[in-house]
């Protein structure tokens, strides 16, 4: 399932009368850990690109892979 964008929104009070103008997002562990499910699906997908075209693979044969 691809990742859904949350957005947050800031607490808004007013200095003067310490009225609150705007809630802001709660900072709750399931959003936490929505965020972190995010990074570890993105480093999962994006570690096979780094060693794929890393430096120390140029040398290597990528159309013997493809006859597998």
């Not at 310490?18 to 570690?47: C, K, P, V, W, Y």
Request: aromatic fraction near 10%; proline fraction near 3%.
């Amino acid at each position: 399932m691809p990742y859904q964008r949350q957005f947050w929104v800031d607490r808004l009070v007013n200095t003067e009368t310490g009225e609150t103008i705007q809630d802001g997002t709660r900072f709750t562990a399931r959003r936490m850990n929505h965020i972190e499910e995010g990074i570890r699906t993105s480093m999962t997908l994006s570690s096979g690109w780094k060693i794929a075209f890393s430096p120390a693979r140029q040398d290597h044969d990528w159309r013997q892979d493809c006859r597998k």
